[in-house]
């Protein structure tokens, strides 16, 4: 992809994360410069399509009413979440807006969010379906309304105080003025970009409502995987890596029981079959560690072999330590064997986090200094970002 300078004088970049939405390019762009006309806005598509969607953008800047520019990643990292971030960094606009590439979000509302976010006492303006004449009617079926219902009331139960004044967390339409993001405090790992932003700063908010129109064209990218994911993302937007590293816990503690019922069914001796439930369990906790608990840190430190040897040391370690201290506590102290059991379990969990943390995943000296000299360099003037292509 070759870079070439971004059009100026932008007051606001409309930035619309893809994947396969190439029939609703041309009238997405139509509909957003008729409705813009005026405001200074320029849009950025930002694509991880496996289809010809960054093709169709190019086609049709040309003859748009507004600059038109598109950013292909070729790895899209964090997804949606990962695109929309990319698209703020690649833009030099005061204020930038998001929305769907499938025009349930309706263009003709970009002037009232682009206002509203221009008053003073502003950070964050937000569509939302859940105010006034709001609606989530676009949303197909009953079935995906309850759920959208529901995963908005519990992530405003998880943040009472940062989502206070936000009724639609999980709106991916609204508008934001730059300088109130600290771009570096975010860890997109999801679509849910706008409850990143707002669980991350404290921010003044303000809401117009808005009707989630029906999908345009294509398919939803909406699944049970999507679903998951935001789970996975709220718990570690609310408590951190911890809980992560406690979500595989539990999750290698209901297999390491299920390895041990199949294969005493099928005629193993029960201390053969609970050791390689134990192997196999921690084997399973450390890939899925590697993935959605550490993966940040995976390249600052050790290689994947040594970073696997230190592991499966220490849990089969802790493993042989904590058996006799539960015999010993049942035995000798006179513990319920579940309150000895759960009290083992608990101080296990609590010394597994912190090896693992501090030990196995340590970055090096290097990295750690280069950490401080990157933030000292985020004091100073900042280094040119990748532009996208302007076509």
Known sequence: MTATPEPTGALVT?????????????ELVRRVGAATRGLGVEMLFVDDSTDDTADVVRAVAPTAELPVRVIHRDDPVGGLGGAVLEGVRASSTPYFLVMDGDLQHPPELIPSLVARVQEVDVDVVVASRYIGD???????GAVRQAVSSTSTAVTRAMFPVRLRDCSDPMTGFFAVRRAAVDLDSLRPRGFKILLEILARHPMRVVEVPFVFGSRYAGESKANLAQGIHFMWQLAGLRFGR?????IIGGMGAVANIA??????????PWLL?????AELTIVGNFLLQERFVFRDLRHEGKGVWARFGQSFTFNNVETLVRMPVMALLVETMHVAAVLATAITIAIAFVVRFTFHSRIVYR???SSVRAHLVAREADNAEPPPLPRAETV
């Not at 041990?260 to 005629?267: E, F, Q």
């Open 14 to 26: 409309v930035i619309v994360p893809t994947f396969n939405e190439a029939p609703n390019v041309a």
């Open 134 to 140: 709001g609606s989530s009617a676009g949303l197909s």
């Open 242 to 246: 911890m809980s992560r590293f406690a």
């Open 259 to 268: 390895i041990v019922w199949l294969l005493t069914r099928l005629g193993a």
């Open 273 to 277: 079959a609970a050791i390689v439930a």
């Open 363 to 365: 970055p090096r000296q």
